[in-house]
């Protein structure tokens, strides 16, 4: 069988047509937020209804943390640190390398965060995070609270300043640089039991803000959660068959069919050209033909 479906030809520059997509581990609730810690040999990712973060090698799947306050995306700053988002504590933290935790952002015009869902760090070291309100909509152990400020995209500079970036979208989710950082790009997923569009936005990143933000590509079927760009500038997205991979000029050229719902991915891998896929109970990787390009 095959594991792709190619919907233009230059899709075949990106994949190896023989490696298969295979399932690392299964048996989770609804697995989101994977990154890759290559200095450790390892993928980290949520367990979210179970409260937990876990740990991927070679060998198994180890707890990493738990309780993790419901934590949602992960990614690493430009120290290697994990920078992660948390549904539970509407708060993004960073784990310094002893271990401890320090709060990135817990709050915006003394109102607290929805629920931060996905996050970036760029070359700056500035720390963009999406807070769509599904968390606080969402009853984990009474997590259900009102919702405060509107869903937004918030960049937190190096002197921990927080500002609100984005305030255009219904509901924004996962987030991806363009390799020259010089595009930013937005899944929206559209507020819970609404007709919001779901689609892909891009913005012009001009003085370091996302501006002339405009619509990118729609994803079917399913919507864009998760979102990572390769090293030639294709964006690849999570959908409900799998992950989709799009030009920069918003065209499908492929997919990778997975047969769950996929939340999220990440590129990893001694080459960087391996996929991680978080898809609903499971786990899944493939080797491609190009490099992802976010850190590390
Ligand atoms: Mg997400």
Known sequence: MSFFEVHDPAFGAYVLGNAPVKRLATGFDWVEGPVWFGDLGCLLFSDIPNNRILRWTEEGVTTFRSPSNYANGHTRDRQGRL??????????TRTELDGTVTVIADG?????????????????GGIWFSDPHYGIMTDYEGFRSAQELPCQVYRVDTSGKVEALI???????????????????????????SKDPQHIRVYDMVGGRPVNGRLFHTISPGCADGIRCDSDGNLWSSAADGVHCIAPDGRLLGKILVPELVSNICFGGRAK??????????????ILNRKGVQWP
């Open 83 to 92: 920078v992660s988002c948390e549904h539970g504590l509407r708060r993004v």
């Open 108 to 124: 915006f015009d003394d109102k607290p965060l929805n629920s931060p869902n996905d996050v970036i760090v760029a070359r700056d």
């Open 273 to 286: 050209h391996r996929l991680f896929i978080t898809a609903t109970t499971s786990v899944y990787s493939v």
């Open 167 to 193: 305030s255009d979208m219904a509901c924004p989710n996962g987030l991806a640089f363009s390799p020259d950082e010089m595009l930013l790009y937005v899944a929206d997923t559209g507020r819970m039991h």
